[in-house]
């Protein structure tokens, strides 16, 4: 089915000037950008999007990580998009990323790991809420 899924690029690849090779690679894969915004995250903004992980022992690093410098919000959209992106990503830790994967590629450490992406349906939709308006998002 034709899905959409939230893909943030991490402060640590807009910092190193890969937000254009990333994007192609999702281009690449069939995945269409329906909406994208570069944006500073306010420490409050990171604490809710992140609220899932609160009781984590990594979630002070991750919001303070995610506040540290504009991350590249998009929805992508296209078949199967969900998995789709989470199989171009690799695993969270890039140490077990598999070759050619965007972490593998571009990330350095399981904090500063380049993308997030959305895991389901139920929090795709509830992410991409959180960043875009309907009004917002350009299908084609
Ligand atoms: P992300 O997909 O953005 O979702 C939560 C983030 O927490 C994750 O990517 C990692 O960057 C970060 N994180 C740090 N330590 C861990 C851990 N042990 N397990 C899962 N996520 C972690």
Do not use: C, W
């Not at 402060?11 to 254009?20: L, Q, S, T, Y």
């Not at 199967?80 to 050619?100: C, H, Q, V, W, Y």
Request: proline share 5%.
């Amino acid at each position: 089915a034709i899905e959409r899924t939230l893909s943030i690029i991490k402060p640590d690849a807009v910092a190193k000037n890969v937000i254009g090779q990333i994007v192609a690679r999702f281009e690449k894969a069939g995945l269409t950008v329906v909406a994208a915004q570069l944006r500073q995250l306010s420490r409050g903004d990171a604490e809710r999007f992140y609220a899932v992980h609160k009781e984590r022992p990594f979630f002070k690093d991750l919001v303070e990580f995610m506040i540290s410098g504009p991350v590249f919000v998009q929805v992508l959209e296209g078949e199967s998009a969900i998995a789709k992106n989470r199989e171009l990503m690799g695993a969270t830790d890039p140490k077990k990323a598999e070759p050619g994967t965007i972490r593998a590629d571009f990330a350095e450490s399981i904090d500063a790991n380049a993308v997030h992406g959305s895991d389901a349906p139920e929090t795709a939709a509830v992410e991409i809420a959180f960043f875009f308006p309907e009004s917002n998002i350009h299908s084609r």
